[in-house]
């Protein structure tokens, strides 16, 4: 029986300062660092299968610069490109990976910027893997599953006019409900080796955007590495982000808010370096506590597989262009203050119209890739975009049957926007309004992910 080996390594990614930050419809040049931005590699060989697993602290990957990264690091590390997953943690304080800005105008010369970096992007994660493939020693394997509570929420919500909105703000005495569950699992799969550092991989499902400004920085995920790493000598720890497309940080309660057995919790700060550190501390405390009890598992299987899906553009009417195009040329120019919206509506309107633009000339359906990879019973899908928490959920449907734990990635081998479930086209929102897909994709994406795992 073919025996499990584990490898590890991980390389600076902080750009220069001067290019662009991206994550939000506003321009922010970048001006200094907070916390190093890092990429980590786990290489996994079982018998004559070697597969990749980075993740890199960036919002995303842009499809066609994943297709660039994992061509480059195949031809570095000898590996087929379908071994190689490829994962952003999506943090909103790291640099562009395209030339131009994200629906906002970038200075002269941003471009070449963001070439030079993605050159430099490039051999630092061809490094990485390399570097991890020439770490690999025999491990065993045994996983978890915890919980982390009150520092993710659901960010969409009914209001009392009967509208839906996303981040309506903290204290909107006009909100009525969320409209989902927030999933607070945490997952983590251990590996410990034979005379070398244990490896430790954990699984959560949270935008991480608690920061802000024109800094580089981990955010919350980098928080949590280095707090585990501290507080366990001897391991190393690499950072999944989950189904957080209808979640983030904020909880719109004012105050010392109360919860379930007596708990009781002040977020007057909800925002900036000390909140990042909060989630990073809280989301490591909930992997110590289930970091001695992983169940042990049998790792004498690899497997990935991967196949390329198809689903139809969310394309506007012809009656609806004439109004996209106004508020898109607004706000490209610079002239917001002219719309007659503030805050989170602003910008869902905004996403909105530079949607309907952007696919006014697109073909009809969209190709990407979904990837799935098994290491003994447990699962990774791999998804490139943001899927609600139901689309998480309904992949997971299968846990215990085809593996006994999956994990579905957002941001991996690419990136193609929202994937909110059809309630969300019925209810509203930023995330629906903005989508690039029709209304029934997220629900394919389940049935197509699912058809993944069981040819795991």
């Given at each position: 029986m073919s025996k499990l080996e584990v490898g590890f390594s991980r390389v600076d990614v902080t750009p220069l300062t001067g290019?662009?930050?991206?994550?939000?419809?506003?321009?922010?040049?970048?001006?200094g660092v907070l916390d190093a931005l890092e990429a980590t590699a786990i290489a996994l060989r079982v018998g004559e299968t070697t597969a990749l697993l980075v993740s890199v602290d960036t919002l995303y990957?842009?499809?066609?610069?994943?297709?660039?990264?994992?061509?480059?690091?195949?031809?570095?590390?000898?590996l087929p490109v379908e071994a190689i997953l490829?994962?952003?943690?999506?943090?909103?304080?790291?640099?562009?990976?395209?030339?131009?800005?994200?629906?906002?105008?970038?200075?002269?010369?941003?471009?070449?910027?963001?070439?030079?970096?993605?050159?430099?992007?490039?051999?630092?994660?061809?490094?990485?893997?390399?570097?991890a493939i020439e770490d690999l020693s025999p491990a065993t394997m045994g996983y978890a599953v915890g919980r982390v509570e009150n520092v993710a929420f659901i960010r969409r919500f009914r209001m009392k006019d009967g509208s839906v909105r996303t981040n309506p703000g903290i204290g909107n005495p006009d909100i009525l409900e969320p409209l989902a569950t927030v999933e607070?699992?945490?997952?983590?799969?251990?590996?410990?080796?034979?005379?070398?550092?244990?490896?430790?991989?954990?699984h959560f499902g949270l935008h991480p955007d608690v920061i802000g400004g024109t800094k580089f920085?981990?955010?919350?995920?980098?928080?949590?590495?280095?707090?585990?790493?501290?507080?366990?000598?001897?391991?190393?720890?690499?950072?999944?982000n989950g189904a957080q497309g209808d979640v983030n940080h904020v909880n719109v309660k004012t105050g010392t808010?109360?919860?379930?057995?007596?708990?009781?919790?002040?977020?007057?700060?909800?925002?900036?370096y000390g909140h990042a550190r909060y989630i990073g501390r809280a989301v490591a405390g909930g992997v110590l506590r289930i970091f001695d009890k992983v169940i042990a598992c049998e790792a004498s299987t690899l497997a990935v597989h991967g196949t390329t899906v198809a689903y139809a553009a969310n394309k506007a009417s012809p009656e609806q262009l004439p109004e996209a195009r106004r508020i898109n040329d607004l706000h490209l120019s610079g002239r917001d203050e002219l719309l007659p919206y503030k805050n989170a509506e602003l910008t869902t309107v905004v996403a909105e119209a530079a949607r309907m633009v952007a696919l006014e000339s697109a073909p009809d359906f969209f190709e990407m890739p979904l990837i799935g990879l098994s290491v003994g019973p447990v699962a990774l899908l791999g998804i490139p975009?943001?899927?609600?928490?139901?689309?998480?959920?309904?992949?997971?449907?299968?846990?215990?049957?085809?593996?006994?734990?999956?994990?579905?990635?957002?941001?991996?081998?690419?990136?193609?926007?929202?994937?909110?479930?059809?309630?969300?086209?019925?209810?509203?929102?930023?995330e629906a309004r903005a989508s690039r897909y029709k209304a029934g994709t997220a629900e394919k994406?389940?049935?197509d992910g699912i058809a993944i795992l069981k040819g795991l």
């Open positions: 290019i662009g930050i991206a994550g939000y419809y506003k321009r922010r040049i970048s001006d990957f842009p499809t066609a610069v994943a297709h660039r990264f994992r061509g480059e690091i195949a031809a570095a590390t000898g490829l994962h952003a943690t999506h943090i909103h304080t790291g640099p562009y990976l395209i030339a131009s800005g994200w629906h906002v105008e970038m200075p002269e010369g941003h471009g070449e910027l963001v070439r030079a970096y993605l050159d430099f992007l490039g051999h630092r994660l061809a490094d990485a893997c390399c570097e607070d699992r945490l997952s983590l799969v251990r590996f410990d080796r034979e005379g070398k550092s244990s490896v430790a991989l954990f920085t981990a955010d919350w995920p980098g928080f949590a590495r280095r707090t585990l790493e501290a507080a366990l000598p001897g391991v190393v720890f690499a950072f999944i808010a109360d919860y379930e057995g007596g708990v009781r919790i002040d977020f007057g700060q909800r925002n900036g975009g943001e899927p609600f928490t139901g689309v998480g959920r309904g992949i997971r449907a299968t846990e215990g049957k085809t593996h006994e734990l999956i994990l579905p990635l957002c941001c991996t081998n690419g990136y193609e926007g929202y994937f909110p479930t059809k309630d969300a086209y019925d209810e509203g929102g930023y994406m389940i049935a």
